[in-house]
């Protein structure tokens, strides 16, 4: 009777996990191919032959580690990749972590790098405050895992100090625009959006029919730029 | 009363388990197994570690080439589990579910079938819940995340990250009970083998 209890329960606990890798391969959500935010998205829409959406969240460790790997080889990605191979790269940046209670920096994050875009260069603040993330926490092993020391909550100096290694950014502007949540409305929006499609933790890539969660690059590897040649054929084949 | 006669025996079989667990490390054949058990768990547990992004490029239409690149990624990775504590709950689970594997070896080997069938099915449930549990659900990466997020929507994330830490600890639970019920068996089939040696010498 014991036995059979045992191997009853062993059968069901298999079944969940082949249901779990199964539900995960099949994973239903229906791709939203239209851009959201135009200053969040390099190629072009109007000709791309391909749509790579990435999913983020400013503390999201995951998403740094591709977007560092990304940034430091950013020539080659964007000729091999946006130009060859015709493809439009959008970032849809949402708070999740902070909805998720995970951390509080995600909102204050998420508002600067929307007044950014408002200032027309998304880009290089996105790429400079996750640099910093990186450099401050990440790199450290702070807030890299469920196991690990969680960020401290910040203060939205910390957001504002990056305009000022920017040309392209005002510094002043970016303090008016979050201090009158000027972007709040947009990014719960998208937070919602991203939501609706059941897409609960981030980075997750939308590559025309191919999807994928989570990215695999290795932590003292800063720059793994292997793991997103091999995100990125691996949409490009889904295709053909 | 009770309470304490259970630790009391817990305690006593905890030691007898260790003896025939070390005993068996000692000999060629079952330190083997237990390398190459060590070896194949933290493989696996390493692929899923950062959730299905590995196992969805392995199914992705990539080249057969750029699928064992993906593949070959995860030995560095392996390595790597040992500079985080969550790298190194991986690198545990590995080393209890290696433990238990070359004991029920041994218990099999040893007609003790019903014993090494028992521990097998516990620790089978320990090794699968451990799987379940990887990853980190608030970083997008996880097992459990996107089929909770069907179930239960916006809440999905802390209700994974919650039930990761369970299965987790439940998984340890399960494979240390496993090994030291298996393991008081070993060292009874242990010393009986020697007992059997020494008195077939002394005749």
Redesign the interface.
């Known amino acids: 009777m014991q036995?059979a209890i045992?191997?009853g329960?062993?059968v069901l606990?298999?079944g969940?996990?082949g249901?779990?890798?199964v539900?995960?391969?099949l994973?239903p959500t229906p791709p939203d191919m239209e851009t959201w935010n135009n200053m969040m998205a390099k190629g072009d829409p109007e000709t791309a032959k391909h749509h790579f959406i990435m999913y983020t969240d400013i503390f999201?460790?995951?998403?740094d580690k591709f977007s560092d790997a990304v940034a430091a080889n950013q020539e080659e990605f964007e000729k091999n990749y946006i130009e060859d191979k015709n493809i439009l790269f959008e970032i849809r940046v949402t708070d999740?972590?902070y909805?998720?209670?995970?951390?509080e920096n995600s909102r204050p994050a998420g508002e600067a790098v929307y007044c950014a875009a408002k200032q027309g260069d998304f880009w290089s603040y996105y790429y400079a405050l996750l640099a910093k993330v990186y450099k401050d926490y990440h790199s450290r092993?702070i807030g890299?895992?469920?196991?690990?020391p969680k960020i401290p909550t910040l203060s939205d100096e910390y957001f504002y100090e990056i305009a000022d290694s920017l040309d392209t950014i005002d510094r002043d502007k970016l303090v008016s625009c979050m201090e009158n949540d000027e972007t709040v409305k947009e990014l719960d929006d998208n937070t919602a959006k991203a939501?609706k499609k059941?897409?609960?933790?981030?980075?997750?890539f939308v590559f025309d029919k191919?999807?994928?969660?989570?990215?695999?690059g290795?932590?003292?590897t800063k720059n793994d730029y292997?793991?997103v040649k091999?995100?990125m054929?691996?949409?490009l084949?889904?295709k053909? | 009363m009770a309470v304490r006669t259970i630790i009391e025996t817990v305690s006593d079989r905890s030691k007898f388990a260790l003896v025939s667990t070390v005993y068996l490390l000692k000999k060629r054949k079952y330190l083997l197994s237990f390398l190459i058990s060590f070896f194949v768990f933290l493989f696996f547990l390493t692929f899923f570690r950062d959730g299905s992004s590995n196992w969805q490029l392995i199914w992705s239409g990539l080249p057969l080439d750029r699928k064992l690149e993906v593949i070959g990624k995860i030995f560095p990775a392996m390595l790597e589990n040992f500079i985080s504590l969550y790298g190194v709950t991986i690198i545990f689970l590995s080393f209890f579910q290696a433990i238990v594997i070359m004991q029920i070896i041994f218990a099999w080997r040893n007609r003790e079938k019903n014993g090494a069938l028992d521990s097998a099915s516990t620790g089978g449930i320990g090794a699968i819940l451990g799987f379940i549990a990887l990853g980190c659900p608030s970083c997008g990466v996880g097992l459990l995340t996107p089929l909770l997020s069907a179930i239960a929507g916006a809440s999905a994330v802390a209700l994974a990250e919650t039930i990761g830490h369970i299965f987790t600890i439940l998984a340890f639970a399960l494979l240390l009970f496993s090994i030291i019920r298996l393991g008081y068996i070993n060292y009874v089939i242990i010393g009986s083998k020697n007992y059997k040696e020494e008195h077939a010498k002394s005749h």
């Open positions: 036995k045992r191997i329960l062993l606990v298999a969940f996990l249901t779990l890798v539900f995960n391969i994973n999201c460790p995951y998403c999740m972590n909805e998720n209670g995970h951390s092993g890299v895992d469920r196991t690990s939501q059941a897409i609960n933790g981030v980075p997750y191919y999807t994928a969660n989570g990215f695999a290795n932590w003292n292997e793991q091999l995100l054929d691996a949409g084949a889904s053909s």
